[in-house]
């Protein structure tokens, strides 16, 4: 019998195994009733920040060749009446515009997690983990629940459409001139896929979701410039306000590229948000995303 991935009522599937999922929205901050909740359904609903998971928490602040600690809330949408043990791992990875495959070598911590049924949640022990001096100023969290009569389709980190897997994905840059990310776009299919890299201000819908330390307040953002490279400095997109460029990347490739953005000034108090968003060319439905937020001050 398939995983479900409706998100009903579990008495009226008949299916009493775990459905199990890293719970992704809304974000605690939200009032009840003014944002979508999750039940596991994927893909997440276009008002969702995925690339935000409110239910990965990092509880140090991250720097290169220190330890970090997690910890991470999984839900269950299971019928009958037992908890269910829920395996969970945690793995870094450096700003990654699309779906991978993690790497063994970044992962951070594994324990298990008793999700109570119905819609129960729980927080995972906190989790540690080195990561190197060599992973550079920003990484990207992903975290996979799993159990062994609900395991994910594949072993791809897909947390728009996969309830398994989730991210947390948030470069924060000072304002004051332009700001430079590189970033990886990612397919991890064996064959190639043509995918397209959109790069712009948030939308409001998705605004909500970003937290930033002191609280800061989000504005819209306007790019004064927006400029798409390849590792070669070679330059592929150049817009105002947003831009996009199609790329064909081939099996397993994760192709390095580097954004650049002047999001003119942005006062003391306030962020200005933008995303990278990765799609498969021709396709309605992001297969991910990297969220920026130039702070004010």
Known sequence: MPARNDGQEPEGTGDDRPYLFVHSYPPPVLPAGSHPVDNGVRPVPPEVCWYLCSGIQPLTAFRPGAELTVQVTVGNWQGGNSESIAYLGLWWSPPVSGPLVPDADKFLGFTTVEVPPHGGQAVSDPLTGLVPANAGDHVCLLAKVWHPLDPPGTNIADPVNDRHWAQHNLVALPSGGTGTLPFLASNPLPEPVDCLI????????????????????????????????????????????????????????????????????????????????????????????????????
Do not use: K
């Not at 959109?198 to 800061?216: E, K, T």
């Not at 150049?238 to 831009?243: K, V």
């Not at 954004?259 to 942005?266: E, F, R």
């Open 198 to 297: 959109g790069v712009g201000p948030v939308p409001p819908s998705r605004r909500g979701a970003f937290r930033l330390d002191g609280d800061p307040q989000p504005v819209e953002a306007e790019a004064r410039l927006l400029v798409l490279t390849d590792r070669d400095g070679r330059e592929l997109a150049r817009h105002e306000g947003e831009l996009s460029c199609v790329l064909t990347l081939d099996g397993g490739e994760r192709r390095p590229l580097e954004v650049t953005i002047d999001p003119g000034p942005v006062v003391a108090g306030t962020f200005a948000p933008f995303e990278i968003v990765q799609y498969r060319s021709g396709g309605e439905v992001p297969v991910g995303g990297i969220g920026i937020a130039f702070t004010g001050g």
